[in-house]
């Protein structure tokens, strides 16, 4: 937080607005994935020149994010000419782009970062969902392939994830092989790659134990590990996601089915959503696209040393049943959210979907067999350096410091 401290310190200037809008959208970035990890978090006194930095309750956090997204949207509209961030900003600028294409690009960007927020808050506090998430879709959200946002990747700055896809620990889940398999998905080969030995490709239960983990079956050239768009070699070129305009699609069909003005019905916006996934990941042919979103296979059934059943029973094609329509929306937004982890994990925490295999294993006791990891406890790196504002903290979990008390806003 310290540089964007400093950014909005030097950027008060009327001349600056549109600078200082683009910090503090990244800001809200920034803290939103940091408080769905912990839930409290120091958010407050960020900058504050103490060694004892409060935390702040999750549901004050989100507050306060809603309110920097309101005004930071509007001063970079009404700044939409301003100076921008030129080649220091390393997600949307490109060569020639000029400052109102460069802020046009953040200004979406923040937008759908709102419709995000609203989406999570929706079960906790449906009304201000609805008109957060109306505002963002009339403010104007990512609707084209080229607002992707990506972190670039060069000699200096590395893909995080691909510095690690490599050692052998990384490996199709099960969950993944049921949906991408059944469907005869096209970005599985993008996704992963088949298993050395048998040329098919194989997930992998989550949860095992050393012993289930070592047998033949489950070994590395026995199953499925990333692309090699996703392996080592390309850190320095595959860019890291930020977010993708297929989930500002798969955001606004949820909205319809909450009773939102999302701009479209749920089905338009939930095959608007696949078709964008899928050209994102290379996947331009029209009838191959239009082929799986009209599909109709349900997911397969991994078998194995678990007898691992279909995951679910809801095909591509969109169903005619509110519920069955909310997973395909959820499960299709999943698939489309790879690999951000970080973002597919909270949306699964919140929604409960898509449905996931339970954890063969759990040694954590304060998971019961078929729950899922809710949060990350507070660090003993902050206990050490902050300990009584940790300590302090624990009141606001509305539970203990473990990795089963849920957010604020997972009610569901």
Do not use: C
């Amino acid at each position: 937080m310290a540089p964007i401290v400093n950014i909005l310190n030097q950027t008060t200037e009327p001349e600056k607005k549109a600078l200082n809008a683009i910090a503090r959208i990244w800001k809200v970035w920034t803290i939103h994935r940091a408080t769905d990890y912990y839930g409290p978090f120091p958010y407050t006194y960020i900058g504050a020149d103490s060694t004892v930095i409060p935390y702040d309750k999750q549901e004050d956090i989100y507050m306060d994010l809603f309110k920097e997204l309101q005004e930071s949207t509007a001063d970079l509209q009404a700044n939409i000419d301003q100076v921008s961030y030129e080649s220091a900003d390393v997600i949307f600028f490109k060569d020639g782009m000029t400052p109102t294409e460069q802020n046009t690009k953040w200004l979406k960007f923040a937008n759908t970062l709102r419709l995000r927020l609203a989406m999570r808050i929706s079960n906790v506090k449906p009304d201000m969902a609805k008109v957060e998430a109306e505002a963002a879709y009339a403010g104007g959200v990512m609707t084209e392939l080229d607002d992707d946002a990506y972190l670039k990747s060069d000699g200096v700055n590395y893909n995080g994830y691909l510095r690690q896809s490599g050692w052998n620990e990384f490996r199709m889940s099960q969950t993944m092989e049921s949906l991408l398999v059944g469907y005869n998905d096209p970005r599985l080969s993008k996704f992963w790659q088949p298993s050395v030995n048998t040329g098919e490709y194989k997930g992998v239960r989550n949860g095992m134990n050393v012993a289930e983990i070592v047998a033949p079956e489950n070994e590395p050239d026995n199953t499925s590990g990333p692309s090699d768009y996703l392996l080592p070699e390309n850190s320095s070129s595959t860019p890291s996601t930020v977010m993708y305009t297929a989930e500002a699609y798969f955001l606004r069909a949820e909205g319809v089915l909450n009773g939102w003005e999302m701009g479209g019905t749920a089905q338009d916006l939930y095959e608007l959503g696949i078709a964008m996934s899928l050209r994102t990941w290379g996947i331009t042919n029209a009838t191959e696209i239009s082929n799986y979103i009209n599909g109709t296979s349900l997911p397969s059934a991994p078998g194995g040393m678990f007898n691992t059943p279909a995951l679910t029973d809801i095909p591509v094609k969109f169903t005619a049943t509110e519920e069955k329509q909310r997973e395909q929306i959820l499960t299709q937004k999943w698939l489309a959210l790879f690999p951000e982890g970080m973002e597919a994990w909270a949306e699964i925490r919140r929604s409960g979907y898509p449905k996931m295999y339970p954890i063969l294993h759990i040694d954590n006791p304060a998971l019961q067999p078929g729950e899922f990891i809710q949060r990350i406890p507070f660090l003993n790196y902050d206990r050490d350096r902050n300990g009584a504002a940790v300590e302090a903290a624990v009141s606001l979990l509305g539970g203990p410091d473990n990795i089963a008390t849920p957010m604020w806003w997972d009610v569901k």
